[in-house]
């Protein structure tokens, strides 16, 4: 149906004398199929004078194919700043205003727009930290023009291009899709050099759980030099003007078939508070355009004369590493209903599923997905499975190295290099995968503080057990585990995942800064936490390094210089037969050491005398005999272009003999255990001790605890007994850990929640709780009742608006009627799917005490509606974003007192959902 012009016009004020039509057209394509652009030029020379220190303001008209179009426009940029000046965007048609906010209340109402109401939702970034940018920016990069603008007026509607969902062969239940199929950003936006990707999977997934993308039929572009679509596999993701994610990084992709890129930073979560301190809180900031040129000849030249690359595959190498990572995720290794996820998967997301390729322990498929609603559905479904730890976002080679480390369930595992967290994840899963209790320990270790509590949010979080602890230490120098009598324990896994510079894929910053001295710098820090390593490990036990670099000096240097200083203590361990659909390039034998001007160094006795503090002996190759002995071809790399993945290199190393050199247990790591931190105090670690008999008393009463249960293993995190809030379980080993290492490591987090203090009239004064349900189940022979499909399917929803229901509206009524009020485990199922869920049972009614994610995981399997949950849940986390905006808004609120506070909130435990 069609409308009168001036219905689909807006008027435009407040244009930079730069601007011009082009510069509008590709602004405002983004939220419609533009018609045309009219700017209004200044009428006489002396009208474009400079006014107060700027050029004199323009107007432009800009005409769209629809009224709608116009509405989306005004909300989406209206205020956005363009070349320093905040646009004023209204409709043509004043009479358009009453239909204009009835149009944007409507859609607020229904959640069925792309950019949220700005004064009530924000993104949540790290550690709950949020930002305020009522309006973003979009400005030109010193006045120039980005992108084409051929066929501009020759826009079309058309649906998204096809979003492909691979089945990963390292595992049935990995799947890879394109970045933005499940990103609100780009890859690109990491600055980390870290492979693992769980702490950008936890911002992006909060951005979307916050961003909804059913909104309607969105007209793209149907250029090939400029595109806005939100689902297509070749192009970047873009998305200009007032977004929620103020921290998110949009890319805009311009002309998919050039070497250079651009993006468009908008804002961050650091500038939005030093605006806030400065009191210009809530004012348009202006952000740059920054490009990245997928140009370092440096780097090529590098890895040609490195023979990393066959020849053969040279192009394919250059064409792959310029392109996003795809982004993929895994089911939870020991979820016990993990082949009901990946059914729900395949029956709900994935309507067309075609196998294109089997082998020999896999099947790999592509799974075509059609629908914006299916991808909205998507979305949300990750973002709820990702946060009670169900799914987990990772990088997919960053799988491989726990893979290979054969972990059994009693093992002591070290992670050295821990943060942010996936691959310690994957451990304890591997872990738990053949016991729910197993009785091994993994110690989780990082160097960065902060970071740290980003792995207990990503480890012990999302999958709480009583066998990790997380701990803040330098890797080149962590202390020995002591046991009773004082003697070292050593590790039988050890995971050395050390830093490295190769994330090309999802750092462009790389492109212009890598250089072959970066590599040679990072070598020394490599070597020295892998020398450690080794000094931890036990004899016959296996230790993986692994880089996410393609450097040797990174890679086979490191590795050469551990065989040749241990020599006969080591051996390299072929893989070769693990994981046989993974493609792989064994070792190199020889490399060369490059100098700042790209010339190659033959020995070390080449090496200038003032610079052979720098080239040391440990980066050059070995003599043909040392490498006919070292077998490192055994060591294997992970080409980008093989599998479409990142760069990584893994190597697996069998301890055969004690070390030549002798471990000091203290000596220098006594200083480094016992440095305090200024800012921040841990809670202590306490063990129940003389409250334990008269605790004992009253959990075998109520919950029918009897005495084989390990009461030895409760702790408290406060001195004073009589203000526990929470009880925490560990296992024998954790146990032993912290009664006899506390004061030699920074232990940051450590045990599950398993009880927690009530203030309600109940005969116990604790509760039991979720977290910890898994380790209480086979002690438990009291207040648990079976409960059938239809009852528990009307407690996890709730009656009404209510998240409880009344006992008289259940079918096992009487069964309650049996109990006293409290805490009380209901036991459900539905076919192979089996859960205990926490509840509390009052006089009149019983509710579920878990979270809400939870809840709608559970009837998902139950197959039951979530509808009115999902939206429950959605705009819970919008309200948190609006609340967390306000409070960090606050004057003269500095960064250090923020993070502190965060870190206390992050280490609160048992949180009630209901």
Same mark, same amino acid.
Request: with cysteine; charged share 25%; aromatic share 8%.
């Given at each position: 149906?069609?409308?009168?012009?001036?219905?689909?016009?807006?008027?435009?004020?407040?244009?930079?004398?730069?601007?011009?039509?082009?510069?509008?057209?590709?602004?405002?394509?983004?939220?419609?199929?533009?018609?045309?652009?009219?700017?209004?030029?200044?009428?006489?020379?002396?009208?474009?004078?400079?006014?107060?220190?700027?050029?004199?303001?323009?107007?432009?008209?800009?005409?769209?194919?629809?009224?709608? %179009?116009?509405?989306?426009?005004?909300?989406?940029?209206?205020?956005?700043?363009?070349?320093?000046?905040?646009?004023?965007?209204? &409709?043509?048609?004043?009479?358009?205003?009453?239909?204009?906010?009835?149009?944007?209340?409507?859609? #607020?109402?229904?959640?069925?727009?792309?950019?949220?109401?700005?004064?009530?939702?924000?993104?949540?970034?790290?550690?709950?930290?949020?930002?305020?940018? #009522?309006?973003?920016?979009?400005?030109?990069?010193?006045?120039?023009?980005?992108?084409?603008?051929?066929?501009?007026?020759?826009?079309?509607?058309?649906?998204?291009?096809?979003? #492909?969902?691979?089945?990963?062969?390292?595992?049935?239940?990995? *799947?890879?899709?394109?970045?933005?199929?499940?990103?609100?950003?780009? %890859?690109?936006?990491?600055?980390?050099?870290?492979?693992?990707?769980?702490?950008?999977?936890?911002?992006?997934?909060?951005?979307?759980?916050?961003?909804?993308?059913?909104?309607?039929?969105?007209?793209?572009?149907?250029?090939?030099?400029?595109?806005?679509?939100?689902?297509?596999?070749?192009?970047?993701?873009?998305?200009?003007?007032?977004?929620?994610?103020?921290?998110?990084?949009?890319?805009?992709?311009?002309?998919?078939?050039?070497?250079?890129?651009?993006?468009?930073?908008?804002?961050?979560?650091?500038?939005?508070?030093?605006?806030?301190?400065?009191?210009?809180?809530?004012?348009?900031?202006?952000?740059?355009?920054?490009?990245?040129?997928?140009?370092?000849?440096?780097?090529?030249?590098?890895?040609?004369?490195?023979?990393?690359?066959?020849?053969?595959?040279?192009?394919?190498?250059?064409?792959?590493?310029?392109?996003?990572?795809?982004?993929?995720?895994?089911?939870?290794?020991?979820? &016990?209903?993990?082949?009901?996820?990946?059914?729900?998967?395949?029956?709900?997301?994935?309507?067309?599923?075609?196998?294109?390729?089997?082998?020999?322990?896999?099947?790999?498929?592509?799974?075509?997905?059609?629908?914006?609603?299916?991808?909205?559905?998507?979305?949300?479904?990750?973002?709820?499975?990702?946060?009670?730890?169900?799914?987990?976002?990772?990088?997919?080679?960053?799988?491989?190295?726990?893979?290979?480390?054969?972990?059994?369930?009693?093992?002591? =595992?070290?992670?050295?290099?821990?943060?942010? /967290?996936?691959?310690?994840?994957?451990?304890?899963?591997?872990?738990?995968?053949?016991?729910?209790?197993?009785?091994?320990?993994?110690?989780?270790? @990082?160097? @960065?503080?902060?970071?740290?509590?980003?792995?207990?949010?990503?480890?012990?979080?999302?999958?709480?057990?009583?066998?990790?602890? =997380? !701990?803040?230490? @330098?890797?080149?120098?962590?202390?020995?585990?002591?046991?009773?009598?004082?003697? &070292?324990?050593?590790?039988?896994? !050890?995971?050395?995942?050390?830093?490295?510079?190769?994330?090309?894929?999802?750092?462009?910053?790389?492109?212009?800064?890598?250089?072959?001295?970066?590599?040679?710098?990072?070598?020394? !820090?490599?070597?020295?936490?892998?020398?450690?390593?080794?000094?931890?490990?036990?004899?016959?036990?296996?230790?993986?390094?692994?880089?996410?670099?393609?450097?040797?000096?990174?890679?086979?240097?490191?590795?050469?210089?551990?065989?040749?200083?241990?020599? /006969?203590?080591?051996?390299?361990?072929? =893989?070769?037969?693990?994981?046989?659909?993974?493609?792989?390039?064994?070792?190199?034998?020889?490399?060369?050491?490059?100098?700042?001007?790209?010339?190659?160094?033959?020995?070390?006795?080449?090496?200038?005398?003032?610079?052979?503090?720098?080239?040391?002996?440990?980066?050059?190759?070995?003599?043909?005999?040392?490498?006919?002995?070292?077998?490192?071809?055994?060591? *294997?790399?992970?080409?980008?272009?093989?599998?479409?993945?990142?760069?990584?290199?893994?190597?697996?190393?069998?301890?055969?003999?004690?070390?030549?050199?002798?471990?000091?247990?203290?000596?220098?790591?006594?200083?480094?255990?016992?440095?305090?931190?200024?800012?921040?105090?841990?809670?202590?670690?306490?063990?129940?001790?003389?409250?334990?008999?008269?605790?004992?008393?009253?959990?075998?009463?109520?919950?029918?605890?009897?005495?084989?249960?390990?009461?030895?293993?409760?702790?408290?995190?406060?001195?004073?007994?009589?203000?526990?809030?929470?009880?925490?379980?560990?296992?024998? #080993?954790?146990?032993?850990?912290?009664?006899?290492?506390?004061?030699?490591?920074?232990?940051?987090?450590?045990?599950?929640?398993?009880?927690?203090?009530?203030?309600?009239? %109940?005969?116990?004064?604790?509760?039991?709780?979720?977290?910890?349900?898994?380790?209480?189940?086979?002690?438990?022979?009291?207040?648990?009742?079976?409960?059938?499909?239809?009852?528990?399917?009307?407690?996890?929803?709730?009656?009404?608006?209510?998240?409880?229901?009344?006992?008289?509206?259940?079918?096992?009524?009487?069964?309650?009627?049996?109990?006293?009020?409290?805490?009380? =485990?209901?036991?459900?199922?539905?076919?192979?799917?089996?859960?205990?869920?926490?509840?509390?049972?009052?006089?009149?009614?019983?509710?579920?005490?878990?979270?809400?994610?939870?809840?709608?995981?559970?009837?998902?399997?139950?197959?039951?509606?979530?509808?009115?949950?999902?939206?429950?849940?959605?705009?819970?986390?919008?309200?948190?974003?609006?609340?967390?905006?306000?409070?960090?808004?606050?004057? /003269?609120?500095?960064?250090?007192?923020?993070?502190?506070?965060?870190?206390?909130?992050?280490?609160?435990?048992?949180?009630?959902?209901?």
């Amino acid at each position: 149906m069609s409308c009168d012009p001036s219905e689909r016009t807006i008027y435009v004020k407040n244009l930079d004398d730069r601007v011009d039509k082009e510069t509008l057209e590709e602004l405002f394509v983004q939220v419609g199929s533009v018609v045309s652009v009219f700017i209004k030029e200044h009428a006489t020379p002396e009208r474009a004078q400079q006014q107060n220190g700027q050029p004199a303001a323009k107007y432009a008209f800009v005409e769209f194919q629809d009224e709608e %179009s116009v509405l989306f426009a005004i909300e989406m940029l209206n205020e956005v700043t363009l070349f320093g000046r905040q646009l004023m965007i209204s &409709p043509r048609d004043k009479s358009q205003k009453a239909d204009q906010f009835r149009f944007l209340q409507q859609r #607020r109402n229904s959640n069925n727009f792309m950019g949220q109401d700005r004064r009530s939702s924000s993104y949540v970034g790290q550690a709950g930290v949020n930002s305020d940018h #009522r309006s973003h920016s979009y400005v030109g990069n010193n006045g120039k023009r980005f992108g084409s603008t051929e066929e501009l007026h020759s826009c079309s509607e058309r649906m998204p291009h096809p979003v #492909r969902l691979n089945k990963v062969s390292l595992s049935p239940s990995v *799947f890879m899709l394109p970045p933005q199929a499940i990103q609100g950003r780009n %890859s690109y936006s990491s600055n980390r050099s870290h492979q693992d990707s769980s702490y950008e999977q936890r911002r992006s997934l909060n951005h979307l759980a916050s961003t909804p993308t059913n909104h309607r039929k969105h007209p793209y572009h149907n250029s090939k030099n400029i595109a806005i679509d939100c689902w297509n596999d070749e192009l970047i993701v873009a998305l200009l003007g007032k977004m929620d994610a103020s921290e998110v990084k949009s890319t805009v992709k311009i002309d998919a078939e050039a070497k250079q890129s651009s993006e468009i930073k908008v804002g961050s979560n650091r500038k939005a508070k030093k605006r806030s301190r400065n009191g210009v809180q809530g004012k348009p900031g202006n952000y740059e355009l920054n490009k990245y040129e997928f140009k370092n000849e440096n780097m090529f030249q590098f890895y040609k004369m490195q023979n990393v690359i066959p020849e053969e595959d040279w192009q394919k190498f250059g064409d792959i590493i310029k392109v996003p990572l795809p982004s993929s995720f895994r089911i939870q290794l020991s979820l &016990p209903e993990r082949d009901q996820v990946l059914s729900y998967m395949q029956d709900n997301f994935l309507p067309s599923c075609q196998r294109w390729k089997e082998r020999r322990d896999a099947k790999e498929f592509i799974a075509v997905v059609r629908s914006h609603v299916v991808l909205r559905d998507l979305h949300e479904f990750l973002v709820n499975e990702t946060t009670i730890g169900n799914t987990s976002r990772q990088e997919a080679v960053s799988m491989v190295p726990p893979l290979l480390l054969d972990i059994q369930s009693h093992h002591l =595992v070290l992670d050295a290099c821990a943060a942010p /967290g996936s691959k310690t994840m994957q451990i304890i899963e591997l872990m738990h995968q053949n016991n729910p209790n197993p009785e091994g320990l993994v110690v989780a270790n @990082d160097l @960065d503080y902060s970071r740290c509590y980003l792995l207990v949010h990503q480890t012990l979080k999302r999958m709480p057990t009583a066998n990790c602890v =997380v !701990i803040n230490q @330098d890797a080149s120098m962590i202390p020995a585990i002591l046991d009773a009598e004082k003697k &070292p324990i050593l590790f039988d896994r !050890i995971l050395c995942d050390v830093i490295a510079d190769g994330t090309f894929r999802k750092n462009p910053e790389l492109w212009a800064s890598w250089d072959p001295q970066k590599g040679l710098n990072l070598h020394k !820090i490599q070597q020295h936490i892998a020398r450690r390593c080794l000094q931890l490990l036990a004899v016959g036990g296996l230790m993986v390094y692994s880089t996410c670099s393609l450097n040797p000096m990174e890679d086979e240097a490191v590795l050469a210089y551990m065989l040749r200083t241990f020599k /006969g203590c080591l051996e390299l361990v072929d =893989v070769s037969d693990k994981l046989p659909s993974l493609k792989r390039s064994p070792g190199l034998s020889t490399w060369k050491v490059i100098d700042k001007s790209m010339k190659p160094i033959n020995s070390h006795e080449d090496v200038p005398n003032n610079a052979k503090s720098f080239y040391v002996p440990s980066m050059f190759p070995p003599t043909k005999e040392e490498a006919a002995e070292m077998h490192l071809e055994r060591s *294997f790399r992970i080409l980008p272009h093989a599998q479409n993945s990142g760069g990584f290199f893994v190597a697996v190393i069998r301890k055969v003999a004690p070390l030549s050199e002798e471990l000091n247990v203290d000596q220098p790591f006594r200083k480094t255990a016992q440095k305090k931190r200024k800012t921040f105090r841990e809670d202590p670690f306490v063990f129940l001790g003389d409250t334990k008999k008269e605790f004992t008393e009253l959990m075998a009463t109520h919950y029918g605890l009897d005495d084989a249960f390990p009461f030895d293993n409760l702790l408290i995190r406060t001195h004073n007994t009589e203000k526990k809030k929470g009880i925490y379980y560990v296992n024998d #080993r954790l146990r032993d850990f912290l009664k006899f290492n506390a004061e030699r490591f920074k232990i940051v987090n450590a045990g599950v929640g398993v009880l927690r203090k009530v203030d309600k009239i %109940s005969p116990c004064g604790f509760r039991l709780m979720q977290d910890g349900i898994r380790m209480m189940i086979p002690y438990i022979t009291k207040r648990m009742i079976k409960i059938c499909e239809e009852d528990i399917i009307a407690v996890l929803k709730g009656f009404e608006d209510d998240h409880y229901v009344s006992l008289e509206l259940l079918k096992c009524k009487d069964d309650f009627a049996k109990l006293e009020c409290g805490s009380v =485990v209901l036991k459900c199922s539905k076919g192979s799917f089996q859960k205990y869920i926490c509840a509390w049972m009052g006089a009149k009614t019983v509710s579920a005490f878990i979270s809400r994610e939870e809840k709608i995981h559970c009837l998902n399997m139950l197959g039951a509606d979530t509808s009115k949950l999902r939206k429950c849940v959605l705009s819970v986390r919008q309200g948190k974003a609006a609340a967390g905006r306000i409070k960090h808004v606050k004057e /003269g609120e500095d960064e250090s007192s923020t993070s502190d506070r965060d870190q206390e909130e992050i280490k609160e435990e048992g949180v009630d959902f209901s």
